[in-house]
C-alpha cells in the first residue's frame, strides 16, 4: 500500500471517516477487497456518490487519477461480485456490480459536476478507456 493511501486511511479512522486535504468535505469510504490473483486482502480509500433515489446503493468512480489503465479494485470486485465498505465508522457487506451505457455516463456526468477533477480524468483518458462506474449495494443500517 502506498504511504499516500496509508496516510488517507489513518486520516479517516481518526476523524470518523472524514480527511482533509484534497479529499476534505468530500463523500469518502474506504474498500476492502480481495486479490482476484494473490488472494492478499486489499484496502483502498476513495470518494464516493451516494445514489439519489435509492438510499441502499452507492457509486465508485475507477479514475485512477487519470491513468491509461483501471485500477486493480475495479476488476477485484467486479469479479467478486461484492466487497466490504467502511462509511464513517462503519463497516458494510456490498454487492458490486458494474454500471455501464447511458446510466454509466449520466452518473459519471453528476459526479464530475460535482467533482471537476472527474471531468479532468475522463479527459486524460479520452480514446483511451472509460472509467467505469460502480454500483456498491447494502443495508446501511446494519
Same mark, same amino acid.
Given at each position: 500500500m502506498s504511504d499516500w493511501n496509508t496516510q488517507v486511511i489513518e486520516e479517516f479512522r481518526?476523524?470518523?471517516?472524514?480527511v482533509g486535504g484534497p479529499f476534505e468535505g468530500s463523500p469518502m469510504l474506504l474498500l476492502h477487497h480481495r486479490g482476484r490473483k494473490s488472494g492478499r486482502d486489499r484496502l483502498t480509500p476513495m470518494m464516493y456518490m451516494a445514489d439519489e433515489d435509492d438510499p441502499a446503493k452507492i457509486y465508485v468512480f475507477g479514475s485512477k487519477a487519470g491513468a491509461p489503465t483501471n485500477p486493480d479494485w475495479y476488476f477485484n470486485?467486479? =469479479?467478486a461480485g461484492e466487497a466490504e465498505v467502511e462509511v464513517g465508522t462503519q463497516t458494510y457487506r456490498v454487492s458490486a456490480a458494474e454500471v455501464t451505457g447511458a446510466e454509466r455516463d449520466r452518473i459519471y456526468a453528476e459526479q464530475a459536476r460535482r467533482y471537476p477533477g472527474f471531468a479532468d480524468y475522463e479527459k486524460k483518458v479520452a480514446g483511451v478507456r472509460t472509467i467505469p462506474v460502480?454500483?456498491?449495494a447494502g443495508?446501511? =443500517?446494519q
Amino acid at each position: 500500500m502506498s504511504d499516500w493511501n496509508t496516510q488517507v486511511i489513518e486520516e479517516f479512522r481518526a476523524n470518523e471517516g472524514r480527511v482533509g486535504g484534497p479529499f476534505e468535505g468530500s463523500p469518502m469510504l474506504l474498500l476492502h477487497h480481495r486479490g482476484r490473483k494473490s488472494g492478499r486482502d486489499r484496502l483502498t480509500p476513495m470518494m464516493y456518490m451516494a445514489d439519489e433515489d435509492d438510499p441502499a446503493k452507492i457509486y465508485v468512480f475507477g479514475s485512477k487519477a487519470g491513468a491509461p489503465t483501471n485500477p486493480d479494485w475495479y476488476f477485484n470486485i467486479v =469479479d467478486a461480485g461484492e466487497a466490504e465498505v467502511e462509511v464513517g465508522t462503519q463497516t458494510y457487506r456490498v454487492s458490486a456490480a458494474e454500471v455501464t451505457g447511458a446510466e454509466r455516463d449520466r452518473i459519471y456526468a453528476e459526479q464530475a459536476r460535482r467533482y471537476p477533477g472527474f471531468a479532468d480524468y475522463e479527459k486524460k483518458v479520452a480514446g483511451v478507456r472509460t472509467i467505469p462506474v460502480v454500483a456498491l449495494a447494502g443495508s446501511w =443500517d446494519q
